[in-house]
């Protein structure tokens, strides 16, 4: 079984930066494809971040590229994702996903964390 815990999120101003940190527990030595999503009120779960399958490259989606950046720690097995001038269409609830198949941008992940709310005002 594996546990996910987001934090990071909060409240910022437009153009502000915020790092939100997903801490994976549980199948240690197991490998699992995981990923940064979100979802604002009213809409769907939007995929933003996640690694090729090898695992080397980061991979986004347009509506974050230039502006958000995926790390991973494995010692920590924590993932990360740095998020810099945001938008007040930023706002949403951040969740991480794992599972043991690859879905790159896709919200098809079996196991996620229960989010963090990250706000930006004008």
């Known amino acids: 079984q594996v546990q996910l815990v987001e934090s990071g999120g909060g409240s910022v101003q437009a153009g502000g930066s915020l790092r939100l940190s997903c801490a994976k527990s549980?199948?240690?030595?197991?490998?699992?494809?995981m990923g940064w999503f979100r979802q604002a009120p009213g809409k769907e779960r939007e995929a933003l971040a996640v690694?090729?399958?090898?695992?080397?490259?980061?991979v986004y989606a347009d509506s974050v590229k230039g502006r958000f950046t995926i790390s991973r720690d494995n010692v920590k097995n924590t993932l990360y994702l740095q998020m810099n001038s945001l938008k007040p269409e930023d706002t949403a609830m951040y969740y991480c996903a794992a599972d043991r198949v690859y879905y790159g941008l896709n919200t098809n992940y079996r196991y996620w964390g229960q989010g963090t709310q990250v706000t930006v005002s004008s």
């Open positions: 690694f090729t399958r090898n695992g080397y490259t980061p």
């Open positions: 549980g199948d240690t030595y197991i490998t699992y494809y």
